[in-house]
């Protein structure tokens, strides 16, 4: 349909934009390896001294296990509220529906400078401390939305007649929901874990206001990069930041294909926004 | 309703007592399971977001003593004036406003021909792996993005190696306008290519078929049938590339430094000093510019095809 000269074309626009898209991302794992302390292109060799520089720095070490934590408490919580609101919009029609699935966006779909600023105040307001609970808090806000969104995708698209069918053969509710229900939808939870809990491993806009005198990881390497110090190493976590939040994101394509996570991506998310 | 319960087989290990009750009345009565279900899940919403947003909107009306630094419940509209009477804030705001315009216009540009390749010249193989393309750099980290460009403008960096081999003089766009505005297109480009696509792969191919069967070419088609069909998930892409521009503070930061100044920066930079009323009004100003793009956005009647 499309003249060979328009194909051409289109060929070499997504060949520039991946290039685009790749160049800058994979400038820093170079960056990662470069030997010298001041950075300087072309890279003038290979070492893994940064990495082991990385490894042994207790700031680094301590700001990833609170982002580990973090993130899997926010998870957990997401799992919990984001599921129940699914399976409540998927179950019941009722007045005010619509207003619930936009009040989930909210968080991610307005600017983040609102969300963290909106919480530090109310924190500040109802003189809560700063503390693990309070970033754990603003994360799993904007998390609720990833498990909600990839969760009631699955359910609109599972048969209601097989719990129906598990019920007419005399299954009691616990039964259905765990050897019916769940197997149906449990990819979708997992995928949706795997999502928020690499959206939280990743957060520093909102998490910067929540934090208070605790490091996670992405406010540490800000720290870093606002005042120009230790950069060599920053570039060794930032490439290792890259791998642990590309491979939860991969797995759940794997686990769930690749449309949930786009889906999920917050795009859906403004799909539905729109239809305020 | 029990008798029947009391008919079913025992399983065992379960025992058929307060559970099974339980299960029994909740089935009875949809309310109440809907109810037990959205509680949880509201109440968070409300009690911390909804709440903390009221917050916001509250402190901005506020204001810090400036000896003390301590809020005063002082009910005024002076931290709106003084946002709107500083040239330094206007021109913020105006800047804000104008790259996150810009990055949305560009970012739409470069995503269009991409997701229509994807969506109607691509293989099912090919289609895959550029869907893949676009996920890694989606989710890979925000930090990596922006620092990346920093490594690309710099002034030893790749850009200024790549001008000295052609022998183009060195170019110095960090801390400038431009290295921010760059650095947006990029991080927020999947943002838009995904729900482009999304909408050019639900266009059924009859539709194009027939404006070719008219004597549509291929611009009039692209014109006529493609860009209309395809409007609502260029307006979803670019509510995300205008708003995330609108709100961020860290991009300018790193690569504008004191020469571009977001409204991001103004209000972070308060909140820093410990005017967090400043701050608050200063973030009303980005929700008030997202309505009126949202209500602009429907008033085009973008939203109705969704």
């Known amino acids: 349909m499309e003249s060979t000269g328009l194909k051409v074309g289109l060929r070499v626009w997504?060949?520039?934009?991946?290039?685009?898209?790749?160049?800058?991302?994979?400038?820093?794992?170079?960056?990662?390896?470069?030997?010298?302390?001041?950075?300087?292109?072309?890279?003038?060799?290979?070492?893994?001294?940064?990495?082991?520089?990385?490894?042994?720095?207790?700031?680094?070490?301590?700001?990833?296990?609170?982002?580990?934590?973090?993130?899997?408490?926010?998870?957990?919580?997401?799992?919990?509220?984001?599921?129940?609101?699914?399976?409540?919009?998927?179950?019941?029609?009722?007045?005010?529906?619509?207003?619930?699935?936009?009040?989930?966006?909210?968080?991610?779909?307005?600017?983040?400078?609102?969300?963290?600023?909106?919480?530090?105040?109310?924190?500040?307001?109802?003189?809560?401390?700063?503390?693990?609970?309070?970033?754990?808090?603003?994360?799993?806000?904007?998390?609720?939305?990833?498990?909600?969104?990839?969760?009631?995708?699955?359910?609109?698209?599972?048969?209601?007649?097989?719990?129906?069918?598990?019920?007419?053969?005399?299954?009691?509710?616990?039964?259905?929901?765990?050897?019916?229900?769940?197997?149906?939808?449990?990819?979708?939870?997992?995928?949706?874990?795997?999502?928020?809990?690499?959206?939280?491993?990743?957060?520093?806009?909102?998490?910067?206001?929540?934090?208070?005198?605790?490091?996670?990881?992405?406010?540490?390497?800000?720290?870093?990069?606002?005042?120009?110090?230790?950069?060599?190493?920053?570039?060794?976590?930032?490439?290792?930041?890259?791998?642990?939040?590309?491979?939860?994101?991969?797995?759940?394509?794997?686990?769930?294909?690749?449309?949930?996570?786009?889906?999920?991506?917050?795009?859906?998310?403004?799909?539905?926004?729109?239809?305020? | 309703m029990t008798a029947k319960t009391a008919d079913r087989p025992t399983v065992a290990g379960v025992p058929n007592g307060l559970w099974s009750k339980i299960s029994a009345v909740l089935w009875r009565r949809p309310w109440a399971r809907a109810t037990l279900l959205l509680t949880p899940p509201l109440a968070w919403f409300l009690v911390i977001y909804l709440a903390a947003l009221v917050v916001l909107l509250i402190t901005a009306f506020w204001q810090t003593n400036s000896f003390t630094n301590n809020l005063e419940h002082v009910w005024n509209v002076q931290n709106f004036v003084q946002i709107f009477t500083t040239s330094a804030y206007l021109e913020a705001i105006g800047r804000t406003v104008g790259i996150a315009a810009g990055v949305t216009v560009v970012d739409g540009i470069i995503a269009f021909p991409f997701a229509y390749f994807m969506a109607r010249v691509a293989t099912r193989r090919t289609r895959t792996i550029l869907y893949v393309a676009i996920l890694l750099p989606l989710w890979a980290s925000y930090l990596a993005k922006v620092y990346a460009w920093q490594l690309v403008f710099t002034?030893?960096?790749?850009?200024?190696?790549?001008?000295?081999?052609?022998?183009?003089?060195?170019?110095?766009?960090?801390?400038?306008?431009?290295?921010?505005?760059?650095?947006?297109?990029?991080?927020?480009?999947?943002?838009?290519?995904?729900?482009?696509?999304?909408?050019?792969?639900?266009?059924?191919?009859?539709?194009?078929?027939?404006?070719?069967?008219?004597?549509?070419?291929?611009?009039?088609t692209t014109r006529s049938v493609i860009l209309p069909l395809a409007l609502p998930g260029i307006v979803a892409g670019s509510i995300f590339t205008f708003s995330l521009t609108l709100g961020d503070y860290i991009t300018p930061q790193l690569l504008g430094g004191t020469n571009s100044v977001f409204i991001g920066t103004d209000a972070y930079n308060f909140f820093l000093s410990n005017n967090i009323p400043l701050g608050a009004a200063m973030a009303t100003v980005p929700i008030v510019i997202m309505l009126f793009y949202l209500l602009g956005a429907r008033a085009l009647g973008a939203f109705r095809e969704l």
């Open chain 1, 14 to 276: 997504v060949a520039l934009v991946l290039v685009f898209l790749f160049v800058p991302i994979l400038l820093i794992v170079l960056y990662a390896f470069d030997p010298a302390t001041v950075e300087s292109w072309p890279i003038r060799g290979f070492t893994l001294h940064w990495f082991s520089v990385a490894w042994h720095d207790d700031a680094v070490r301590s700001a990833f296990l609170l982002s580990v934590r973090v993130g899997l408490l926010a998870t957990a919580i997401a799992l919990v509220l984001g599921s129940a609101v699914a399976y409540a919009l998927y179950k019941f029609t009722f007045f005010g529906r619509d207003a619930i699935s936009f009040l989930l966006v909210l968080p991610i779909a307005l600017p983040g400078i609102v969300t963290g600023l909106a919480l530090n105040s109310f924190f500040a307001f109802t003189a809560i401390q700063l503390s693990l609970w309070t970033i754990v808090v603003g994360h799993a806000t904007f998390c609720i939305v990833m498990v909600f969104n990839n969760l009631i995708a699955r359910l609109r698209r599972t048969p209601g007649s097989l719990a129906e069918a598990s019920m007419d053969l005399g299954a009691r509710g616990w039964q259905t929901q765990l050897y019916v229900n769940l197997p149906a939808v449990i990819t979708a939870l997992i995928s949706g874990a795997l999502l928020a809990f690499a959206l939280s491993f990743d957060e520093v806009v909102v998490t910067v206001f929540t934090s208070g005198a605790q490091n996670t990881l992405p406010i540490w390497i800000f720290g870093q990069l606002r005042l120009g110090q230790q950069l060599p190493e920053v570039n060794a976590v930032v490439t290792v930041v890259i791998v642990l939040t590309i491979i939860p994101v991969l797995l759940a394509a794997r686990i769930a294909g690749a449309g949930a996570v786009t889906r999920t991506a917050r795009t859906a998310a403004v799909t539905d926004t729109g239809r305020i």
């Open chain 2, 155 to 220: 002034r030893d960096g790749v850009l200024n190696w790549g001008l000295g081999k052609i022998a183009l003089g060195p170019l110095n766009l960090i801390n400038t306008n431009w290295a921010v505005f760059i650095a947006f297109c990029y991080i927020w480009l999947p943002y838009m290519v995904i729900p482009v696509y999304a909408a050019l792969d639900r266009i059924p191919p009859s539709m194009i078929e027939a404006s070719q069967d008219l004597g549509g070419r291929t611009w009039r």
